[in-house]
Each structure stands twice: as C-alpha cells, then as structure tokens.
C-alpha cells in the first residue's frame, strides 16, 4: 500500500470526516475521497463508514490507524533528528591528518568547532597524506588534512580545498659554525630525513643545488630528528608546522628560499561537503588553519 494514503487516512479518522480531513490537508474533499476509495481498493475492504455526522472506522480502519499513528511517529522522528543535524545540535565527521597538522591546526579548528557547536563529534585519526587519502576514497573518513610539494601529482576525483603554505626551514646543531647562505654549503653533511614525500623533496632541492645528499637516519618523527640535529649527528629540514609543534632548545632554525615551501590543503570527495557537520568542520579547519 501507498505509505502517503496511509497517512492520509491517519488525517481523515482523526479529524473525524472527510470534509474535515482534506481542509487539514489543505486538499479538495473529492481528491481526498479517491486517494481513499484507491486505499480501500489495495487492502481489499473498507476502512471508514461515510455518515452524515462524518466517519466511523471499520475493524480494519482501526488496526490501520495504529500502524499510521506508528508511521507518522517515526516520521517525525525522523524530522527532529534531520533538523538537529542540520542546526548542528548533533552529528559527527571523520578526519584524518598528518602529524604536525594534528599537533597544530587540527586542535584549534577542533577547539573553534566545539565552541560553535558542542554537540557535534570529530572522530580523529592520524595518516600520511597518501594514506589519508585513500581514507577519504574509500568513505573511511569525510576530511583529510594533506600536505604536498609542487612536483607531487594531483589528486583526481576528489575535490582539493587550498588551507595555507608551509615554509621549509633548515635545521642545524647551535655552535660557532657560520649560518650557511645556499643548500650547497651542507653537501658533505649528514641529513636526516622524513616521509617519502619529504624525502623526495629534500633529494629534489639537493639536486637542483648540484649535490647528492648523505642520508644516514630515517625518521617521520619531528621530536627524534630535532634530537639527533641537536647532538651535531645530522642536519635536516622541517616544515614550519612540525618546528611549531615542538622546537627544540639546542637547534638553530635557517631560512633558505632553495627549500621553498609545502600546500597544505582538506580533500574530501564530492558532495560530502553538504553534510552540516562536515561543512561545520572543514569551516573551522578553513579559518583556523589559514590563521
């Protein structure tokens, strides 16, 4: 049976007539009269007994108006539970993000969210971008906070939101030595170097610079390879964001324009973005990330 007749129905037993029910309805009495007399016809009965001081239920006429009464309580449920998503009285999103964005643009975007709309749950994981990418496909999460150098390929079939750009600073032991002024000046040294992605960066400015860099230690850890630069065992590069995060006491921090800078930017996939809670958030990260 057509669920719309059902609680047409619903409308006229509980307005008591059909007169009653259409102006309720705010229909004409005669098409009310055919949506009924077709309800009738799909469940092989009568449902109301037409009088003059208006209509009487059948058996049947009741034990359907219960399940209408049923229908029409789960629809308003539903409509309060629509409206308090889209009025961000609850709700939920996924993120993920790569560790010194996780350190420092996603706490401020999570703080800021919070305090707009403190029923709405953020789900946190951490992910390199390629992995976080492939999140974002797969509908494993809504967001991603990604980074990538100019000569990384584009992402296809997701949508690219451009956050801020993050410098690439070089990062040396304290000491007497003369502050270096170009990336040639550190080719005998030992490095030590991050992620694929920041490796392969670091190997690309190297290159461009006319030396191959001695790559001794491998680390994603931003803390471990301050520690190792400050024990005079390596120099390395780091993006602004991770040096934010946690700086340590012992290093030296150098601004070289050979490093050039890293896009951070939130990927997600096509029409997630209409999603109050999602929207809410890649807000947040938009105006607390370019701050």
Avoid: K
């Amino acid at each position: 049976m057509d669920p719309r007749r059902v609680l047409i129905f619903r409308t006229v037993a509980r307005a008591g007539s059909i007169s009653a029910g259409a102006r309720e309805l705010g229909w004409t009495q005669p098409a009310v009269s055919q949506h009924l007399r077709t309800l009738e016809r799909e469940v092989g009965g009568a449902l109301l007994v037409r009088g003059s001081g208006g209509v009487d239920l059948t058996e049947a006429g009741r034990r359907l108006l219960a399940h209408a009464d049923a229908v029409a309580a789960h629809l308003q449920a539903a409509a309060a539970e629509l409206e308090d998503l889209a009025q961000l009285r609850t709700g939920s999103a996924r993120l993920a993000s790569f560790p010194s964005g996780s350190a420092v643009i996603v706490p401020r975007a999570l703080a800021a969210l919070a305090a707009r709309a403190p029923e709405v749950e953020v789900g946190l994981v951490e992910a390199e971008p390629p992995e976080a990418t492939e999140l974002v496909r797969s509908g494993a999460v809504d967001l991603a906070l990604v980074f990538g150098y100019q000569e990384d390929p584009t992402e296809e079939a997701l949508v690219a939101v451009p956050l801020t750009e993050d410098s690439i600073r070089l990062v040396l032991p304290e000491g007497p030595d003369p502050v270096p002024g170009r990336l040639l000046d550190l080719a005998d040294r030992a490095w030590v170097a991050g992620c694929e992605r920041c490796r392969g960066h670091l190997v690309l400015c190297a290159d461009r610079a006319g030396f191959e860099p001695r790559i001794r230690h491998v680390t994603d850890d931003y803390v471990v390879v301050q520690s190792l630069v400050a024990r005079s065992l390596a120099v390395a590069v780091l993006p602004q964001t991770a040096l934010e995060a946690f700086r340590h006491p012992q290093v030296r921090v150098v601004d070289l324009p050979e490093l050039g800078a890293r896009s951070i930017h939130v990927v997600h996939r096509s029409g997630i973005e209409r999603v109050p809670a999602v929207a809410a958030l890649l807000a947040a990260l938009l105006q607390e990330g370019a701050g």
